[in-house]
């Protein structure tokens, strides 16, 4: 029964993020052709420096979400999930406000060495909050198993996000229109639209349950889960978007609007493994027995879905280079 859940809500999410990979590609292409790379180096450059901020201010809570709020649906236990997710909004909000404290903070170097004016650094406080509360809420949603939704918002969201983008570009909006349509509108559409349905989800909750976990417990759970996990997750951000911003300081937003397009190609071949490794982690934490040969065939199902593709994309750019 668990892998049959496992397995459906796997496929939704690998179709969500082939639907976010292919609207991402058609936006690069449109956009390539009504702008300028400069345009696109400088969208990259926020992009980047707002995802790094944006991973320190969830502090890890995806993963913990993942396992603690997945264990509890899973033994259904809908009002300890709740409480988790009570708590991880509040954890979410401190660390929401301390990062755009510190982007507030440096802006002056910010300014000095990378050139960005105040504008763009309220556009970059708008994008880590944007991005924290999406990321939280979707784990929210894979915690729950109920994948099937995730799809429908994301194609909804891309659709409105790429019209809505490249309109403002059109209107001579130039890097500010492309950064909040794309990214900070689009971010928020589908943070509404997972906000309402997790809305729903705790709906079917009993109102007479009482939680078995208490808000010390959950709180030191969630941080302690959370912190295992957050370094790695820093480390491996930052030598991602390291390389955007280096470029951007160094050879100029040229350059790191090239980089940031072969970046987006590998992120997506990346994500289509992430989809099976993170529906499988509530069904994981709730596990006693066959754990080992949960996680090899878990191992073992993400190596065949990744390869087709990744194998595909290298032969296509050796007969571009040839």
């Known amino acids: 029964m668990i892998r049959n859940e496992v397995g459906k809500g796997a496929i939704y999410l690998y179709i969500q993020l082939i639907s976010a990979m292919i609207s991402g590609y058609i936006f690069l292409i449109l956009l390539a052709r009504i702008t300028t790379t400069e345009i696109i180096g400088t969208f990259s450059f926020l992009v980047s420096i707002s995802e790094i901020f944006a991973n320190i201010a969830i502090i890890g809570l995806p993963d913990s979400i993942q396992k603690f709020v997945g264990k509890s649906f899973l033994q259904y236990r809908q009002a300890d999930a709740k409480v988790f997710v009570k708590i991880s909004f509040i954890f979410l909000s401190a660390g929401i406000i301390a990062s755009?404290?510190?982007?507030?903070?440096?802006?002056?170097?910010?300014?000095?060495?990378?050139?960005?004016?105040?504008?763009?650094?309220?556009?970059?406080?708008?994008?880590?909050?944007?991005?924290?509360?999406?990321?939280?809420?979707?784990?929210?949603?894979?915690?729950?198993?109920?994948?099937?939704?995730?799809?429908?918002?994301?194609?909804?969201?891309?659709?409105?996000?790429?019209?809505?983008?490249l309109t403002l570009v059109l209107m001579g909006y130039g890097i500010l229109g492309l950064t909040l349509g794309y990214t900070f509108f689009g971010q928020i559409l589908s943070s509404v639209l997972l906000g309402i349905f997790i809305v729903k989800i705790f709906k079917s909750t009993r109102k007479y349950a009482k939680p078995?976990?208490?808000?010390?417990?959950?709180?030191?759970?969630?941080?302690?889960?959370?912190?295992?996990?957050?370094?790695?997750?820093?480390?491996?951000?930052?030598?991602?978007?390291?390389?955007?911003?280096?470029?951007?300081?160094?050879?100029?937003?040229y350059q790191s609007g090239v980089y940031f397009i072969a970046?987006?190609?590998?992120?997506?071949?990346?994500?289509?493994?992430?989809?099976?490794?993170?529906?499988?982690?509530?069904?994981?934490?709730?596990?006693?027995?066959?754990?080992?040969?949960?996680?090899?065939?878990?191992?073992?199902?993400?190596?065949?879905m990744a390869l087709p593709l990744s194998c595909s994309i290298i032969f296509i750019q050796m007969i571009l280079c040839t």
Do not use: E
């Open 100 to 165: 755009c404290v510190v982007i507030l903070f440096f802006k002056d170097w910010l300014s000095n060495v990378f050139g960005i004016g105040f504008g763009l650094i309220i556009v970059v406080d708008l994008l880590i909050t944007s991005y924290a509360i999406y990321t939280v809420l979707y784990s929210v949603v894979i915690a729950s198993l109920k994948t099937k939704v995730l799809p429908i918002i994301i194609i909804t969201s891309s659709i409105a996000k790429v019209i809505l983008s």
């Open 263 to 304: 970046l987006a190609i590998a992120n997506a071949i990346n994500a289509i493994v992430y989809s099976i490794f993170t529906i499988s982690l509530p069904v994981l934490s709730s596990m006693h027995d066959g754990r080992k040969r949960f996680v090899w065939q878990t191992i073992r199902i993400g190596a065949i």
């Open 212 to 253: 078995a976990v208490t808000l010390r417990n959950a709180s030191k759970s969630l941080l302690i889960g959370g912190l295992v996990v957050w370094i790695p997750v820093l480390i491996t951000t930052l030598g991602i978007d390291l390389g955007t911003l280096v470029l951007y300081n160094t050879y100029g937003s």
